[in-house]
């Protein structure tokens, strides 16, 4: 016997359209239109029946309801159910692959599913993309067959948690991903035949593949791993991430590649026991690499780096910036900031800089010895002109530091003085046969009256300026002077030399009066 919820749905709705139904569902939905009194049969049936499916919903819509019922209609004869009028057990469109899309297609057949459907049969219609979640609509089946289809991507599992009924479910012969289903409870209400070649469920091959992965690849790949990050720490530390990287330590890996291989083309200078680099690190820092030959003991390689470690805490705009060292049994490295500028000596020889930025020179190099000499009393460094180096914006850099035995001041002030007496007069004290004795005799000799055989006449010195080139000679001589015990003091000397730039500062351009680059005889009196 029918049930009675079947009846009143189909009794009543059914033969409203049953005499009128086409051969074409596609051809009933476009022409039919509800009979007049359809409304009060959708009524009459709600009150005897609240369960159905429309008469719960929100808002009822009565062409909607009359195309499901031609969909309906349709779709039972189509499943060969034996009579629709009384009953519509199962949906049934197996090896059907152009009609099943169809119907699945309409999404307000499957809202308002009829509740009498224990089965809906979906195999073998060539159905791809994903699992079909219409047919869950109807919860109150028993009965879902989806195999020898091209189905793909995640099963929805949670979706079919409503479905309390379902006794049969056969997924076979998908492709869906893998998934959890082996450890949830849903598995356990089927057998593994539902699921053969459904891509749900792990292959043995695969599970196998899995488990030697898990107790021997991982392992492995864990150790790999390990053992390239440690290559990275101890080679080539500037790939990692800068919380890891050693603070002012380079390998010979990471110098190699900064120049090329120690190519020719960035070697710069190349002499026993030394040669100097023009390197670019892995952040485009462009560096001076001074390279250190030669096997040392343990106890010289361990000096050699705490001197660097002091070495990379000077920080003065007048000192050329360490920015770390290699060490290794075979060489040593110092890696500084690199410095297109030329050296006080290039830039005296060719340009013939005019007394006040000699004077600013003169300046800068006496903050940079104040600083250390303050500050970091155990570092020397090379006062020569051919080593102090000019930035990109014409400061002196000091630069080739050592820790090791504080200099005397008396040495610090006396090397001062023959680098002043060198900027003045553009002479070299390489150029005299006793060397540094035989230039400041030259230069005391010739002290006062005949300075114009002195000081460099590519200044063209007016007289107020040249009084005051004649006050920085007799800075140098006193700087030199190793008959006095007492010298001035680097804090003197910057006052003095101060002084002088601001007076130099405050002279405005005047005509000259007398060009000392060609006799000067009007100071020869000046003491």
């Given amino acids: ?303 050699f780096v705490e001197e660097c470690k002091v070495l990379v805490e000077l920080c003065h705009k007048n000192l050329v910036q360490v920015l770390g060292w290699c060490r290794n049994r075979n060489q040593r490295a110092i890696v500084t900031e690199w410095t297109d500028g030329e050296t006080i000596e290039m830039w005296l020889s060719g340009s013939a800089p005019p007394w006040k930025q000699r004077l600013k020179i003169l300046i800068g190099v006496v903050d940079g010895m104040r600083y250390l000499q303050e500050h970091w009393p155990e570092v020397v460094y090379d006062l020569r002109i051919n080593s102090v180096l000019l930035s990109d914006n014409h400061e002196p850099l000091l630069s080739r530091f050592q820790v090791g035995d504080q200099y005397s001041n008396n040495k610090k002030i006396h090397e001062f003085g023959i680098f002043l007496l060198e900027i003045i007069t553009n002479r070299r004290s390489q150029e005299f046969e006793r060397g540094e004795a035989g230039f400041i005799e030259h230069v005391r000799d010739n002290y006062p009256e005949n300075l114009h055989k002195v000081i460099d006449a590519r200044m063209k010195l007016p007289e107020n300026m040249f009084d005051q080139a004649k006050h920085g000679i007799e800075l140098g001589l006193m700087c030199t002077d190793q008959s006095i015990s007492k010298h001035p003091s680097l804090n003197q000397i910057s006052h003095m030399i101060n002084k002088v730039y601001e007076s130099c500062l405050e002279f405005a351009p005047q005509n000259h009066k007398r060009s000392h680059g060609d006799g000067g005889k009007g100071h020869k009196h000046v003491q």
């Fill in 1 to 303: 016997m029918a049930s009675p919820r079947f009846l009143l749905l189909f009794t009543t709705l059914s033969l409203t359209v049953s005499s009128a139904i086409s051969g074409s569902v596609i051809e009933d939905l476009a022409n039919l239109q509800p009979p007049s009194d359809f409304n009060t049969t959708i009524m009459k049936n709600c009150q005897h029946n609240p369960s159905l499916r429309y008469c719960n919903s929100s808002s009822m819509d009565l062409k909607e309801i009359f195309k499901f019922t031609i969909v309906a209609s349709h779709l039972c004869n189509e499943s060969k159910n034996l009579n629709c009028v009384h009953s519509f057990d199962n949906i049934d469109l197996r090896n059907r692959p152009k009609m099943a899309p169809l119907y699945l297609s309409y999404s307000f057949f499957w809202k308002y599913c009829p509740l009498t459907i224990l089965s809906i049969d979906l195999s073998n219609i060539s159905l791809k993309g994903s699992f079909p979640k219409e047919v869950i609509c109807c919860d109150q089946i028993q009965a879902l067959d989806l195999s020898l289809n091209g189905l793909t991507g995640e099963f929805p599992i949670e979706s079919f948690a409503p479905l309390t009924n379902l006794t049969f479910l056969n997924l076979s012969y998908n492709y869906f991903s893998e998934s959890k289903i082996s450890d949830s409870k849903f598995f356990k209400r089927f057998n593994a035949s539902s699921f053969i070649h459904s891509g749900i469920l792990p292959s043995d091959r695969t599970y196998t593949i899995k488990a030697i992965f898990l107790l021997v690849g991982f392992p492995i790949s864990v150790i790999l791993m390990a053992v390239c990050f440690g290559w990275l720490c101890f080679q080539r530390p500037d790939y990692l991430p800068r919380m890891f990287q050693r603070k002012h330590k380079f390998t010979p890996s990471m110098l190699r590649a900064a120049t090329n291989g120690f190519s020719r083309k960035n070697q710069m200078v190349r002499s026993e026991g030394v040669e100097i680099y023009k390197g670019i690190l892995r952040d485009s820092t462009q560096v001076r690499i001074e390279i250190y030959r030669g096997c040392i003991s343990r106890e010289k390689r361990k000096e």
